[in-house]
């Protein structure tokens, strides 16, 4: 199953279900979801078609911090419409904030979790061999800073890889009642806009230590948000 954001992450999927249906004759079906969200989409990163069908790819590093190890730095990820939102809110952490962000489009956290408990139970049966990776650990090993992810989903779908990530990992989700309203005040009501992914983002930072509480504070009041605003799981 699969949750794409872009036209080439579709085009790889519809490719590889033609295949593996058609020529392979496997017996298998495809689960996609499209949205009718009008929006520029950006072009395929070289390589990436084989991520793409794993459920996770790198689309675009932060910029780099050779110079300041130390500088702050998080792993974005997002997949749906919402993956646009989480890459402006990259671009928020670097403007307002000093924060290097690298970028992850994640197409299936469903196949992602697949991946991971099949790793798990072969490493599991296999105690003596050298263990094997799952592909989320696989993208993130190498990275370093807090993962915040978000999608159009509640909570629980993007927390099915958290069993396979070793540092903190924070989920913004739609839980939440059905209502109707323009999808920028929806996203804003279920907190899972750029705004929100760039205040998760810094309180995760501070949580680890690498910036100060007060920065959070001082974004809540930049971008406008309501301390007192209802649950939106509540409501």
Same mark, same amino acid.
Request: aromatic share 10%; proline share 5%; hydrophobic share 40%.
């Given at each position: 199953?699969? @949750?794409?954001?872009?036209?080439?992450?579709?085009?790889?999927?519809?490719?590889?279900?033609?295949?593996?249906?058609?020529?392979?004759?496997? @017996?298998?079906?495809?689960?996609?979801?499209?949205?009718?969200?009008?929006?520029?989409?950006?072009?395929?990163?070289?390589?990436?078609?084989?991520?793409? #069908?794993?459920?996770?790819? #790198?689309?675009?590093?932060?910029?780099?911090?050779?110079?300041?190890?130390?500088?702050?730095? $998080?792993?974005?990820?997002?997949?749906?419409?919402?993956?646009?939102?989480?890459?402006?809110?990259?671009?928020?952490?670097k403007s307002d904030w000093?924060?290097?962000?690298?970028?992850?489009?994640?197409?299936?956290?469903?196949?992602?979790?697949?991946?991971?408990?099949?790793?798990?139970?072969?490493?599991?049966?296999?105690?003596?061999?050298?263990?094997?990776?799952?592909?989320?650990?696989?993208?993130?090993?190498?990275?370093?800073?807090?993962?915040?992810?978000?999608?159009?989903?509640?909570?629980?779908?993007?927390e099915q890889i958290r069993?396979f990530l070793d540092r903190?990992?924070?989920?913004?989700?739609?839980?939440?009642?059905?209502?109707?309203?323009?999808?920028?005040?929806?996203?804003?009501?279920?907190? $899972?806009?750029?705004?929100? $992914?760039?205040?998760?983002? #810094?309180?995760?930072?501070?949580?680890?230590?690498?910036?100060?509480?007060?920065?959070?504070?001082?974004?809540?009041?930049?971008?406008?948000? @309501?301390?007192?605003?209802?649950?939106?799981?509540?409501?």
């Amino acid at each position: 199953s699969y @949750d794409p954001s872009f036209q080439y992450e579709v085009a790889v999927i519809v490719q590889d279900g033609l295949r593996r249906m058609y020529q392979e004759q496997e @017996d298998i079906f495809y689960y996609i979801t499209v949205m009718n969200e009008n929006y520029e989409h950006p072009e395929m990163p070289a390589g990436a078609e084989a991520d793409i #069908l794993k459920g996770m790819y #790198l689309l675009r590093r932060g910029q780099s911090s050779d110079t300041n190890p130390a500088a702050p730095r $998080v792993q974005l990820l997002g997949s749906g419409t919402i993956f646009r939102e989480v890459i402006a809110a990259a671009e928020l952490l670097k403007s307002d904030w000093g924060v290097d962000a690298d970028l992850w489009g994640c197409p299936s956290f469903t196949e992602l979790a697949r991946d991971g408990y099949d790793v798990q139970r072969w490493n599991l049966l296999n105690p003596t061999a050298k263990a094997k990776r799952s592909h989320v650990e696989a993208c993130l090993g190498d990275t370093r800073g807090p993962i915040i992810a978000a999608t159009d989903y509640v909570r629980m779908f993007a927390e099915q890889i958290r069993p396979f990530l070793d540092r903190r990992y924070v989920v913004l989700g739609t839980d939440g009642f059905g209502r109707s309203d323009t999808r920028e005040k929806l996203r804003h009501f279920f907190e $899972v806009d750029r705004r929100w $992914v760039t205040v998760a983002a #810094l309180k995760a930072l501070a949580d680890d230590g690498k910036i100060e509480r007060s920065k959070v504070a001082e974004a809540i009041a930049k971008y406008g948000i @309501d301390v007192n605003k209802p649950n939106p799981a509540t409501v």
